[in-house]
């Protein structure tokens, strides 16, 4: 019964050689054919080309200005006219009315500093004055009164009524009377000077704006001292900055070799590192008549033509001499590229335009030159990358390797 068991369990091969698949063959046929066109196809797309290395430049917009520069220079923004605005007195802050950024106009009052005790002293020439303009009411009163007596007894004494002792005592009566008018009149003079001494020095703990400004910064605040030279511990001297915006420029240096290429008058482009996209008319004001023997160069003070509220003060710029003024329609930027991008076939031009890393070629319309670079009318856009001296091998959609330029 073991062994019937054991032969039971015995594979039979017969039966398996009639399993086995019968396409077997085909379909590793249909595997090889799917392989193949796979292959084409990426050979189609250039996958086992090797890629083409090629330099790369980025369209960019430029300004029909920079045809006509002359040179270029970099400098700061710097404001002609700017004070620091302090007290004519010492004393300790009470109010401030203003921050940084706040628009004055001439006389406004800026700060205020304690003034108890000059408007106590005002009030007090003020009241002495009152006192002096009395006192002048009754010396005035006091001479009407002689002036009359005066007459009675000359015209009586003519007549011989009186003695001479009495026309003498009503004299002398008549010339105190006068001297004392005079007297009265000089204290009135005297008060009222001293009364506007009173309000000179009230006037001395207001800080006023000098000109019309924009504040820069804020040096003191309510409570501190404030004193004209600033020498006493922890005492402030200035209170604010102020700057007079309308007096902007900008300063910048140009090398000596260079200054036979400017002059006084000049038209000048400005343009600040903070808003790229802001072209400000210029003219150059003044040739500082003194050079930096350190850097070999001479400043040159650049006045706005076209002053924006953004302009401040202190920024960096830079500035363009130009040869001519800018006239109406170069003011905006064009579309321009790498002359040597450009590729000229069958009289039609067009550039390589990089899309990843594979080139498009595509067709452009020229314009004029602009300086070292040429306009673009149509095709592509600023920011596009484009490649620069394509090489005979280079075609639509092939693969490159880029050298940034």
């Known amino acids: 019964m073991a062994n019937e068991d054991l032969t039971g369990l015995k594979i039979d091969k017969a039966a398996l050689a009639v399993r086995r698949p019968r396409h077997k063959r085909p379909l590793f046929w249909v595997v090889i054919a799917l392989l193949a066109v796979i292959v084409g196809v990426l050979a189609m797309k250039g996958v086992f080309t090797p890629k083409v290395e090629v330099e790369v430049a980025t369209v960019s917009l430029v300004y029909p200005s920079q045809a006509f520069t002359l ?18 007195t ?46 002048l009411e009754q010396a005035k009163a006091e001479l009407r009164d002689a002036s009359l007596s005066f007459d009675r007894q000359k015209e009586l004494f003519s007549q011989g009524i009186v003695a001479k002792a009495d026309y003498d005592s ?60 600033g020498a006493a511990a922890n005492a402030k001297s200035a209170v604010v900055t102020i700057a007079d915006m309308g007096s902007l420029q900008v300063e910048a240096d140009v090398s000596e070799s260079n200054l036979e290429k400017i002059k006084v008058g000049q038209p000048c482009e400005v343009v600040l590192d903070a808003l790229p996209e802001l072209r400000s008319r210029g003219v150059l004001h ?74 498009a070629e595509t067709l452009v319309e020229t314009g004029a030159p602009i300086g070292d670079m040429v306009r673009i009318m149509s095709g592509v856009k600023a920011g596009d990358k484009v490649v620069v001296k394509p090489v005979e091998k280079l075609r639509d959609g092939s693969r490159i390797k880029t050298a940034e330029k």
């Open 286 to 359: 003044m040739i500082v008549p003194t050079a930096d023997r350190s850097k070999a160069t001479v400043m040159v003070k650049v006045k706005f033509l076209d002053m924006d509220k953004r302009i401040l003060p202190e920024m960096s710029a830079k500035v363009a001499f130009l040869e001519r003024p800018v006239k109406s329609g170069e003011d905006r930027p064009m579309t321009a590229l790498n002359p040597q991008a450009v590729v000229t076939r069958n009289g039609k031009k067009f550039v390589f335009l990089v899309k990843g890393d594979r080139v």
């Open 170 to 229: 009503a004299f002398a009566r008549f010339k105190r009377a006068k001297a004392g008018v005079a007297g009265a009149e000089s204290n009135i003079v005297a008060a009222s000077a001293a009364l506007h001494g009173a309000n000179v020095a009230i006037d001395y703990t207001l800080i006023r704006a000098p000109f019309d400004a924009v504040v820069l910064t804020k040096n003191a605040d309510v409570g501190d001292i404030v004193t004209p030279i």
């Open 71 to 88: 040179l270029n220079a970099s400098g700061y923004v710097v404001a002609q006219r700017k004070a620091a605005v302090a007290a004519k």
């Open 90 to 135: 010492t004393g300790q802050l009470e109010w401030l009315g203003v921050e940084e950024g706040s628009r004055v106009q001439k006389g406004d009052i800026l700060a205020r500093l304690e003034n108890r005790d000059v408007v106590a002293s005002r009030d007090q020439a003020a009241a002495n004055l009152a006192n002096s303009k009395a006192v």
